[in-house]
């Protein structure tokens, strides 16, 4: 079993910064990959980032790239989700999910496990 704790989250401004931290513990030696996928009210689940644990291997969908920056520190077992030049439509809830097999996809469903979520708030 992995359990999957985010954090950072919080109400910001347009334009404004944040980072999400991700935290693993328990059988993390089996992680191969960490997505970062949100989640606004009456909107379907939407990918945002993916890291391959080992190799540092990125993946970002087009509405985040070059605004947000996925990072990984194995020792620490957290993957970071740097978010830069917020927007009020990145405003949800974030969640990462760890993933024990080969490839760091966009769908969510080919994850294994997942966390709680840290809510973002952006106003405008």
């Known amino acids: 079993q992995v359990q999957l704790v985010e954090s950072g989250g919080g109400l910001v401004q347009a334009g404004d910064s944040l980072r999400l931290s991700c935290a693993a513990s328990?059988?993390?030696?089996?992680?191969?990959?960490v997505g970062w996928f949100r989640q606004a009210p009456g909107k379907e689940r939407e990918f945002v980032a993916a890291?391959?644990?080992?190799?540092?291997?990125?993946d970002y969908s087009d509405s985040v790239k070059g605004r947000f920056t996925i990072s990984r520190d194995n020792a620490k077992n957290t993957v970071s989700l740097q978010m830069n030049s917020l927007k009020p439509e990145d405003a949800a809830s974030y969640h990462c999910?760890?993933?024990?097999?080969?490839?760091?996809?966009?769908?969510?469903?080919?994850?294994?496990?997942w966390g709680q979520g840290t809510q973002v708030t952006v106003s405008s």
């Open positions: 890291i391959n644990w080992s190799g540092g291997n990125v």
């Open positions: 328990g059988r993390t030696f089996n992680i191969y990959a």
């Open positions: 999910a760890a993933r024990t097999r080969w490839n760091w996809p966009r769908d969510a469903n080919m994850y294994d496990y």
